[in-house]
């Protein structure tokens, strides 16, 4: 049994993880400002605090917690808003982590798990599915944040401070729990519409294509990085699917109409697919919920829910 801190645990990714670990017996400390993460997705045997990631107040929850392992989801997520906010991006993106990362250090952790993102580094990849040894072209600040903090980890809190790490590039996550309205969750917001009879607008032409993992996947992997592995390793399926046909497997089971075409949004990559070999070999980790599995499950979660319960809900 260990010591875990979660940021970001009131979250849709996060929230799944923590339960899994306090399955497995666990005692974990979860850190989220709410400001996307509901209190609700707590697991009421872990300890909670409303902590923002970037405030030097963080130390007290690590003074509090002694953490041997540290899970670092809590992030700005959007895109778009990385776009039209750069500053504020790399405010929590680059300045939490690395206030998160240094209370590691003085806590003495033993090892700090990074969730990064793949489609975001790599940017517009010539070798689909991409592998780990593809050079990073960021499109978005959202991208150059995760990458920054990856090399943050890698060159120096690693190599100069010994700091026993894993990153985990991360593709499209999907599944229970995820924001309905949020922009990252297609198949979440696709689900949600169709079950309230509403139309599904597409950014774009609908070619661009996605990689789509399911939440319980990622966190197997997370739970794999605990005990192996050092560096960034893809989590994802190496299969991509266009938004069109994404869509039409869910408007064939609602017998929707088409969707609707907005104009496409600025800094996300065409083709996004990543090669998770590495993770395969090193963490002996693989995907099992094929993308007809994971949509069901998704739909249930939101049948048996409502839409309306689950606004704002990601990682805090």
Partial sequence: MSKILVTGGAGFIGSHLVDELIKKGHRVTVVDNLSTGKKSFVNSQAVFYKQD??????????????????????????????????????????????????????????????????????????????????????????????????????KFYNRVKKLNYVSLRLANVYGPRQDPFGEAGVIAVFASNLLKKKPCHINGS???????????????????????????????????????????????IFKARSAKHYPALPGEVFRSSLNYQKAKKVLGWQPKVTLEQGIEQTIEYFRGCGPARHNNESVG
């Avoid at 990362?101 to 003085?106: S, T």
């Avoid at 294509?209 to 560096?231: H, Q």
């Fill in 206 to 252: 609908g070619r661009q294509t996605r990689d789509f993992v399911y939440v319980s996947d990622v966190v197997s992997a997370c739970l794999k990085a605990v005990s192996r592995g050092r560096g960034a390793y893809n989590i994802a399926t190496a299969r991509e699917i266009s938004i069109n046909a994404l869509y039409q497997k869910l408007a064939d």
């Fill in 53 to 154: 990631v970037t405030l030097a107040s963080l130390a007290k929850v690590f003074k509090k917690a002694r953490p041997d392992l540290v899970f670092h989801l809590a992030a700005q997520k959007s895109v778009g808003f990385s776009v039209s906010h750069p500053a504020e991006d790399a405010r929590i993106n680059i300045g939490g982590s690395l206030n998160v990362i240094d209370n590691c250090l003085a806590a003495g952790v033993k090892k700090f798990i990074f969730i990064s993102t793949g489609g975001a580094i790599y940017g517009e990849a010539r070798q689909i599915p991409t592998p780990e040894t593809t050079a990073e072209k960021p499109d978005s600040p959202y991208g150059l944040s995760k990458l920054a903090i990856d090399n943050y980890l890698e």
